[in-house]
């Protein structure tokens, strides 16, 4: 009887150690299925060390754990406290993992105090971080485009200017980019050329330009500090001043040839109108000029004027339209300028 219970209880126990061999095998191949060993073991030996279950997780998270953990091994070798989820969080936010190490790397190399929250916002806000630490060690040099600008004497004066900015990296949050300084730039290029008296006094010393200028107030606002801001080029360009006169001579010449042919459009209106109103006249007189024919011919019929009479008139009338025609005559003559005759005269 005890034989038997011996021989149960070991029974059990070989059923109780292949249950727990056969989850321990088990388990072990869902390690191996899950766990990338290869990257584990090498962050392990890099000294940055994830744990499996962490891998796990990354792995079910489907995000790219091996970009993760290269990452996270430059940092840790550079000297840079962070956690591989940080990394995780701002990869599965969308931000370049790569472009905030390298930015990180580079600060702490230059002693630059840029946080690890810093460079990911700047990341996450599209901007270059990378670009924004370079140009906080090494100052960067851009140029406007050509500036047209008129001086007092109405002459253009082109010119293209150069600024060397330094990134502000406490800044570039919210800060306005390299396009803001230039048209400021720009705009201070024009009012500067305009307050010069002549465009040579401009072309001798450029410097007035740069020296009207304040770094201050067009860096304000921006993720960027002006270090210097220097003219480049500069040449001559039209007379502006001149054209604009010429210009506005030919408007005025058009105006006043638009007045003059409205007057002469109504010098001509005018001239139909009395030439109209002369042929109403002239009908008029004939008109009249009838009656009084028509009057004389009564006259006669009544026996009131008679035909001597009558005569008499048309003789006077005449001898009047003759004496008037000699005086015509005789005006026209004074008219015409005097001629020598051949004899050396005057005709």
Avoid at 111 to 120: N, S, Y
Avoid at 160 to 187: H, M, S, W
Wanted: hydrophobic fraction near 45%.
């Amino acid at each position: 009887m005890v034989m038997n219970n011996l021989l149960a209880l070991a029974f059990y126990w070989w059923i109780l150690i292949g249950v727990v061999a056969l989850l321990l095998v088990a388990l072990l191949v869902v390690v191996i299925i899950l766990v990338p060993m290869h990257t584990w073991f090498r962050a392990l030996m890099s000294g940055a060390h994830i744990s499996m279950f962490r891998l796990v997780g990354m792995k079910l998270r489907k995000v790219d754990y091996k970009k993760i953990v290269n990452q996270y091994i430059l940092a840790r070798k550079a000297g840079i406290k962070i956690y591989d989820s940080e990394i995780e969080t701002h990869m599965m936010a969308g931000g370049n993992v790569e472009q905030v190490i390298d930015a990180l790397i580079a600060a702490h190399s230059a002693k630059l105090d840029l946080t690890i929250e810093e460079a990911m916002a700047i990341d996450l806000a599209g901007r270059d971080v990378v670009l924004a630490v370079q140009t906080s060690v090494k100052p960067r040099v851009i140029k406007t485009d050509r500036i047209s600008a008129i001086a007092k004497d109405g002459i253009e004066v082109k010119v293209i200017a150069q600024v060397t900015i330094k990134a502000k990296l406490d800044r570039i949050i919210g800060g306005a980019d390299e396009e803001t300084i230039l048209a400021r730039v720009g705009e201070s290029v024009v009012a500067s050329v305009g307050q010069g008296p002549t465009h040579s006094a401009i072309m001798a010393n450029p410097s007035l330009i740069s020296k009207s200028m304040n770094p201050r107030d067009i860096d304000k606002g921006t993720a960027f500090e002006i270090m210097s801001i220097d003219i480049c080029d500069i040449d001559v360009g039209e007379n502006i001043g001149a054209k604009l006169r010429i210009d506005e001579a030919d408007a005025k010449k058009r105006i006043s040839q638009a007045a003059a042919e409205e007057r002469k459009a109504q010098a001509i209106a005018h001239e139909q109108e009395m030439k109209a109103k002369t042929q109403e006249m002239k009908a008029v007189v004939l008109a009249a000029e009838s009656k009084v024919h028509e009057a004389m011919a009564e006259a006669l019929k009544k026996g009131k004027v008679g035909v001597m009479d009558y005569y008499k008139m048309q003789n006077m009338q005449a001898d009047t339209n003759m004496r008037n025609s000699f005086s015509n005559s005789k005006e026209s003559k004074s008219d015409r300028p005097e001629r020598p005759d051949h004899r050396g005269g005057m005709m």
